[in-house]
């Protein structure tokens, strides 16, 4: 029930395409879903995140899509650039209160690549 | 650059052996988790501290354990080490006052190899 899935596991993308990984999860006790952006030798970093209350959160190019009765969201990169290629990671984590406040279930990850 | 110092950057050791993983979280930043991350296995959270006591537990395996100390850092130990533990062990920190979840910045990451 702590399983966050995510796919497809890779991506490739032309410059300017649309790049779409999706995820789904089973806890009803999750409550916040970031995305991860990994570089290679470098620790994943916050994309962006969103919480159930809302059903899509835009920041530049990447837009979280949140379909809570179907316990699904993804993400969307418009205009995906080289420059984004990298390994994506979704991720969740359960309501504040609990003894797991704040861990993160991620899922397995996309390698996404751009091509000029 | 996030803010999270992760020493060392590469720990090559054999079987059997105990490793000690250090980490400095951002300046101000309470809390420090630690992850795991293998081809197999993913991303796994570890535990977490905050401000010197235990927050959380997931899968970290008997022959791990963790601490903050009072200056905030915190160190990993793993012992008894197996081929299995090669892995990038993360830690990542985030300030979390007043119980409000903040994000959590990761460090760059420490490569064990088991031999």
């Known amino acids: 029930q702590q399983q966050v899935k995510q796919s497809p596991q890779s991506l490739i993308v032309q410059k300017g395409g649309i790049s779409i990984i999706n995820c789904a999860y089973e806890?009803?006790?999750?409550?916040?879903f970031p995305w991860y952006q990994q570089f290679p030798g470098k620790g994943p970093a916050l994309l962006i995140a969103?919480?159930?209350?809302?059903s899509e959160k835009k920041e530049g190019r990447f837009t979280i899509s949140f379909n809570k009765s179907a316990k699904q969201f993804s993400l969307h990169i418009m205009d995906s650039q080289p420059g984004d290629s990298a390994t994506y990671f979704c991720?969740?984590?359960?309501?504040?209160?609990?003894?797991?406040?704040?861990?993160?279930?991620f899922g397995q990850g996309t390698i996404l690549t751009v091509h000029p | 650059d996030s803010g999270v110092t992760q020493t060392p950057k590469h720990l090559i050791t054999a079987t059997g052996q105990r490793v000690t993983l250090r980490c400095s979280p951002r300046?101000?930043?309470?809390?420090v988790y630690w992850y795991q991350q293998s081809l197999d296995q993913g991303l796994q959270f570890l535990i977490q501290?905050?401000?010197?006591?235990?927050?959380a537990k997931g899968n970290i395996l008997e022959r791990f354990s963790a601490q903050q100390f009072p200056d905030l850092h915190s160190e990993l130990n793993l012992s008894s080490l197996e081929l299995g533990d090669s892995a990038l062990y993360f830690c990542?920190?985030?300030?979390?006052?007043?119980?409000?979840?903040?994000?959590?910045?990761f460090g760059p990451g420490t490569r064990l190899t088991v031999l």
């Open positions: 969103i919480r159930p209350d809302v």
């Open positions: 300046s101000g930043d309470l809390s």
């Open positions: 806890n009803t006790a999750f409550d916040y």
């Open positions: 991720a969740a984590s359960p309501n504040a209160g609990g003894t797991s406040y704040g861990k993160l279930t």
């Open positions: 990542a920190s985030s300030v979390e006052l007043a119980g409000e979840r903040s994000e959590q910045f």
């Open positions: 501290y905050y401000n010197g006591e235990e927050r």
